[in-house]
């Protein structure tokens, strides 16, 4: 007889483990099924072990700087295992934490590899030792992976995908970055910072092409002058791998095509969701290019199946499916949640410049029919941007010019993936124009710059 539960998970990433906490502390008996670490590729081998590496990056490029802040750093440099060993121990410290977590919410873990074998049945094979089990309801909560190249499999060893540039055995000295989404500016930047050459090619017209067009426009010229080369519009032909690094041919925007020499190469060219092999076709499970269709509270068409994560559409952000996790378990719980909308979720880059962006673009709200006001204040005119030795970047935001409604807020400078957030609580509360001029921010801070972005619209900035 399989062992019974309320509720399983499928995938133990942000949003699976998140469910299934929920769900805990909801009442239900819950199980979890999870085939290699708990916390998914977010905590285990994305969104924090990166962001290690990214401080590393950032402390190496201020004691390179030094300089301009008076002080003195003679004979920097860096120990590369050592930079690696930080930030694996970052995150086996927070799977430690999950682990923590599943315990004292007294969720079952079941290791191994998990399968769906019928309605409400999951069957986990782990070294050849199958265990049953089974609940009314199974979310799915597998994630995802990195794309390939179909000429060029990543090798590990000159051709990277993420995981592979996390633990690199040897430094870049010339990159090849391919794709220029999140994923592919952040270890740009982490490995300019670092010292090595980098390249950027990007097929579509523009770096971080979901970003507001001026974001974009602007992180081009930051990134160039930083010394990486970037070619837009443009296309990796060919790579070959050999011991002594990789051999590029890149089809430019005029057509031209040229070839290159690099050391190493990261492929950022987006992922493939994890939905095959887990029994899915057998029940009929509706998807599109093998991304599950759910509805606002994470229903397949299957009864009683949910699907969450990247495993779905987009965006594919761990706090996206987190979020999804608790209005999934909530609606299974029998409350009332609101359905799941994408449009408040804050999309951040932690590169330097940082980027992050809430709502519409001004260019999608002109698209979607709104008359809009748009308001900027750059970084120069803020005093704790001055003082920091940040005053590069801006802030913009986007309102309805009728009804004031905050339609989007996109930032490009230091700390704007902590400052975003308040733009995020605007949207969720439907904050007009009017709330936020009359909102007292704190000074000296990055954050007055929010505000002077909003009476910028208005006509009414008053440091610039």
Same mark, same amino acid.
């Given at each position: 007889?399989?062992?019974?539960?309320?509720?399983?998970?499928?995938?133990?990433?942000?949003?699976?483990?998140?469910?299934?906490?929920r769900?805990?502390?909801?009442?239900?008996?819950?199980?979890?099924?999870?085939?290699?670490?708990?916390?998914?590729?977010?905590?285990? =081998?994305?969104?924090?072990?990166?962001?290690?590496?990214?401080?590393?990056?950032?402390?190496?490029?201020?004691?390179?700087?030094?300089?301009?802040?008076?002080?003195?750093?003679?004979?920097?440099?860096?120990?590369?295992?050592?930079? !690696?060993?930080?930030?694996?121990?970052?995150?086996g410290?927070?799977?430690?934490?999950?682990?923590?977590?599943?315990?004292?919410?007294?969720?079952?873990?079941?290791?191994?590899?998990?399968?769906?074998?019928?309605?409400?049945?999951?069957?986990?094979?782990?070294?050849g030792?199958?265990?049953?089990?089974?609940?009314?309801?199974?979310?799915?909560?597998?994630?995802?992976?990195?794309?390939?190249?179909?000429?060029?499999?990543?090798?590990?060893?000159?051709? =990277?995908? $993420?995981?592979?540039?996390?633990?690199?055995?040897?430094?870049?000295?010339?990159?090849? @970055?391919?794709?220029?989404?999140?994923?592919?500016?952040?270890?740009?930047?982490?490995?300019?910072?670092?010292g090595?050459?980098?390249?950027?090619?990007?097929?579509?017209?523009?770096?971080?092409?979901?970003?507001?067009?001026?974001?974009?426009a602007?992180?081009?010229?930051?990134?160039?002058?930083?010394?990486?080369?970037?070619?837009?519009?443009?296309?990796?032909?060919?790579?070959?791998a050999?011991?002594?690094?990789?051999?590029?041919?890149?089809?430019?925007?005029?057509?031209?095509?040229?070839?290159?020499?690099?050391?190493?190469?990261?492929?950022?060219?987006?992922?493939?969701?994890?939905?095959?092999?887990?029994?899915?076709?057998?029940?009929?499970?509706?998807?599109?290019?093998?991304?599950?269709?759910?509805?606002?509270?994470?229903?397949?068409? !299957?009864?009683?199946? $949910?699907a969450?994560g990247?495993?779905?559409?987009?965006? =594919? #952000?761990?706090?996206?499916?987190?979020h999804?996790?608790?209005?999934? !378990?909530?609606?299974?719980?029998?409350?009332?949640?609101?359905?799941?909308?994408?449009?408040?979720?804050? &999309?951040?880059?932690?590169?330097?410049?940082?980027?992050?962006?809430? &709502?519409?673009?001004?260019?999608k709200?002109?698209?979607a029919?709104?008359? !809009?006001?748009?308001?900027?204040?750059?970084?120069?005119?803020?005093?704790?941007?001055?003082?920091?030795?940040?005053?590069?970047?801006?802030?913009?935001? @986007?309102?309805?010019?009728?009804?004031?409604?905050?339609?989007?807020?996109?930032? @490009?400078?230091?700390?704007?993936?902590?400052?975003?957030?308040?733009?995020?609580?605007?949207?969720?509360?439907?904050?007009?124009?009017?709330? #936020?001029?009359?909102?007292?921010?704190?000074?000296?801070?990055?954050?007055?710059?929010?505000?002077?972005?909003?009476?910028?619209? $208005?006509?009414?900035?008053?440091?610039?």
């Open positions: 007889m399989p062992d019974t539960y309320d509720l399983i998970v499928l995938g133990s990433g942000p949003g699976g483990y998140v469910a299934a906490i769900a805990s502390q909801l009442g239900m008996k819950v199980a979890i099924v999870e085939r290699e670490k708990l916390g998914g590729i977010c905590l285990n =081998w994305g969104c924090i072990p990166t962001k290690a590496l990214l401080r590393t990056s950032e402390i190496n490029h201020y004691l390179t700087h030094a300089s301009a802040y008076g002080l003195s750093a003679e004979k920097t440099g860096f120990d590369l295992a050592k930079i !690696v060993d930080r930030s694996r121990k970052v995150a410290q927070l799977n430690m934490g999950v682990k923590g977590l599943m315990k004292k919410n007294k969720i079952a873990v079941v290791d191994g590899d998990g399968k769906i074998t019928g309605k409400g049945k999951l069957s986990v094979v782990k070294d030792k199958t265990t049953e089990v089974a609940a009314k309801h199974i979310i799915i909560a597998t994630g995802a992976r990195a794309r390939d190249l179909p000429f060029a499999k990543a090798d590990g060893d000159k051709i =990277w995908t $993420y995981r592979h540039a996390m633990v690199p055995k040897e430094m870049p000295t010339k990159l090849l @970055v391919i794709g220029s989404g999140a994923i592919g500016v952040e270890f740009a930047s982490f490995y300019s910072d670092m090595a050459e980098v390249t950027i090619v990007e097929m579509l017209d523009r770096i971080l092409p979901v970003e507001d067009e001026e974001v974009s602007f992180m081009l010229k930051a990134l160039t002058k930083q010394g990486m080369k970037i070619h837009v519009g443009a296309g990796v032909e060919k790579l070959e050999s011991k002594a690094g990789v051999k590029a041919s890149i089809k430019g925007q005029d057509g031209k095509v040229v070839q290159d020499d690099f050391s190493h190469a990261i492929v950022a060219i987006g992922i493939v969701p994890n939905s095959e092999n887990i029994g899915l076709e057998a029940l009929g499970v509706k998807t599109e290019r093998g991304h599950i269709v759910v509805d606002g509270y994470a229903r397949t068409n !299957v009864e009683g199946l $949910y969450i990247d495993v779905t559409g987009p965006p =594919w #952000l761990a706090h996206k499916a987190s999804e996790g608790v209005v999934c !378990v909530e609606a299974i719980a029998g409350n009332k949640p609101h359905p799941f909308e994408t449009g408040n979720i804050p &999309g951040c880059t932690y590169s330097r410049p940082q980027v992050a962006s809430v &709502g519409l673009t001004e260019a709200a002109k698209e029919g709104h008359k !809009v006001k748009v308001g900027k204040f750059p970084f120069i005119g803020n005093g704790k941007a001055i003082a920091l030795g940040e005053a590069e970047g801006f802030i913009k935001t @986007v309102f309805d010019e009728t009804s004031g409604e905050l339609l989007g807020a996109h930032m @490009v400078g230091a700390e704007v993936t902590e400052l975003i957030q308040g733009y995020a609580i605007a949207r969720q509360l439907e904050t007009t124009e009017e709330d #936020l001029m009359h909102t007292v921010f704190p000074h000296p801070t990055l954050s007055e710059m929010m505000h002077e972005s909003v009476l910028d619209a $208005y006509g009414r900035a008053l440091h610039y």
